[in-house]
């Protein structure tokens, strides 16, 4: 199974952007690359996900190398309701419903 | 967008009792369903995969006759954690997706207590 890499915590101050990044060296395939935050005592949310180029919503932009073995979440402008622990998941197999495999993620702390 | 609603979002049972969450699908159908786990101060561990008109899937060192999972119909999955310990208190997420191409949606957890 692929495994991502991140760094276990990240500081930003608000209203400035923020770059988390992941490395899922042994990505293979056509599988997507999905992104989601856990703010405290709730569940996950999802962010975005992408495939091989760079993928803009609402919530954050997705920077993937052109190799595909590492990603950058981009938080353009961070709020404080931005502060949470962002997990890089490993793609889905697929054809399949499988479920998530979450690793330790990044704690993100935004200072006012 | 994909909504997944979980009730409760926090119960308090005495040890031994049974505890029932439910997990429903609002605007889609979901054949397959999730169910994780959290401890705190780590990171959601997948528990089993409930899925529609058959049996649950359960990982690896998850009890399946304690964690009873029912996947009744394509909008609602059960767990049901029977002779609750305390032990058991733990964040409780079910989750679903609409389809292969789709991220997945998450409800807003279950605080289970056993006292």
């Known amino acids: 199974d692929a495994k991502t890499t991140q760094p276990n915590s990240m500081e930003s101050n608000e209203e400035e952007p923020v770059h988390l990044p992941c490395n899922h060296s042994?990505?293979?395939?056509?599988?997507?690359i999905h992104w989601y935050r856990q703010l405290p005592s709730q569940g996950p949310e999802y962010v975005i996900h992408?495939?091989?180029s760079n993928v803009n919503n609402r919530m954050a932009s997705l920077a993937i190398a052109e190799d595909r073995k590492s990603s950058t979440l981009i938080l353009h402008r961070a709020t404080l309701r931005d502060a949470a622990v962002y997990y890089c998941i490993p793609p889905r197999r697929r054809g399949g419903a499988d479920g998530l495999t979450f690793g330790k993620g990044t704690h993100l702390i935004i200072q006012p | 967008g994909a909504v997944v609603s979980q009730h409760p979002s926090w119960v308090i049972c005495k040890s031994g009792t049974s505890v029932k969450i439910e997990c429903r699908s609002l605007?889609?159908?979901?054949?397959?369903m999730f169910w994780y786990r959290q401890f705190p101060k780590q990171s959601l561990m997948l528990m089993a995969t409930?899925?529609?008109?058959?049996?649950?899937?359960?990982e690896q060192g998850v009890e399946k006759d304690k964690f009873l999972i029912n996947h009744a119909s394509l909008t609602l999955s059960t767990l049901t954690v029977t002779s609750a310990h305390p032990e058991d208190s733990s964040f409780y997420i079910c989750?679903?997706?609409?389809?292969?191409?789709?991220?997945?949606?998450f409800g807003s957890g279950t605080r289970l207590t056993v006292v």
């Open positions: 409930s899925n529609e008109g058959s049996k649950a899937t359960y």
């Open positions: 605007d889609f159908q979901a054949t397959t």
């Open positions: 989750s679903a997706s609409p389809g292969q191409y789709y991220g997945y949606t």
């Open positions: 042994t990505i293979s395939g056509t599988d997507y």
């Open positions: 992408g495939l091989t």
